[in-house]
T-cell receptor, first 111, second 116 residues
């Protein structure tokens, strides 16, 4: 079983729709949970970071962490064509800078 | 403040050759991590350097090695290249202070390596 599972299926949504992405994980030691956005031919850039369980909102983006279920989510409201990218979930343990990534979801927002 | 830079952008090598990839950390950062991202996959942790010492390694063979220099720039060396080494190689820098708090990693654009 991989540490982080992210269904890599591509997502195609119309502009203005809500995009819902999620990951599951097996390592209960993970404490930091991140979502990265990666445009084609670019390195990942951090979108959201959450410590332990809870919700975090930043503009159109909401990240949720449920440690009891080992499940994290990212919601993008009012999606824009500029949101078209690959979204990667990532996690790390307290005191350990190593990131464990999911496979990523390619999101296409159609104008 | 300059971001993380990597060179070269693209590289083509043949099986059995050796390659060196370079990374320049973001100003003020003391830690660099290297990741391998195969096509359609998420990045996989190779190793991390903190103040010029290896500080953690992922599930990669010894033919993957690295260096971090006093100016915190870094190199990734891969010997005896295999076809499966074809991937995007990413470096990420961060400022790690004492304690276990979260440290954001800033990624460079990557070097795309093709092994023929």
């Amino acid at each position: 079983q991989k540490e982080v599972e992210q269904d890599p299926g591509p997502l195609s949504v119309p502009e203005g729709a809500i995009v819902s992405l999620n990951c599951t994980y097996s390592n209960s030691a993970f404490q930091y949970f991140m979502w990265y956005r990666q445009y084609s031919r670019k390195g990942p850039e951090l979108l959201m970071y959450t410590y332990s369980s809870g919700n975090k909102e930043d503009g159109r983006f909401t990240a949720q962490v449920d440690k009891s279920s080992k499940y994290i989510s990212l919601f993008i409201r009012d999606s824009q064509p500029s949101d078209s990218a690959t979204y990667l979930c990532a996690m790390s343990r307290y005191g350990n800078n190593r990131l464990a990534f999911g496979k990523g979801n390619q999101v296409v927002v159609i104008p | 403040e300059t971001g993380v830079t990597q060179s070269p952008t693209h590289l083509i090598k043949t099986r059995g050759q050796q390659v060196t990839l370079r990374c320049s950390s973001q100003s003020g950062h003391n830690t660099v991590s290297w990741y391998q991202q195969a096509l359609g996959q998420g990045p996989q942790f190779i190793f991390q350097y903190y103040r010029e010492e290896e500080n953690g390694r992922g599930n990669f063979p010894p033919r993957f090695s690295g260096l971090q220099f006093p100016n915190y720039s870094s190199e990734l060396n891969v010997n005896a290249l295999e076809l499966d080494d074809s991937a995007l190689y990413l470096c990420a820098s961060s400022l790690v202070a004492s304690g276990g708090s979260y440290n954001e990693q800033f990624f460079g654009p990557g070097t795309r390596l093709t092994v023929l």
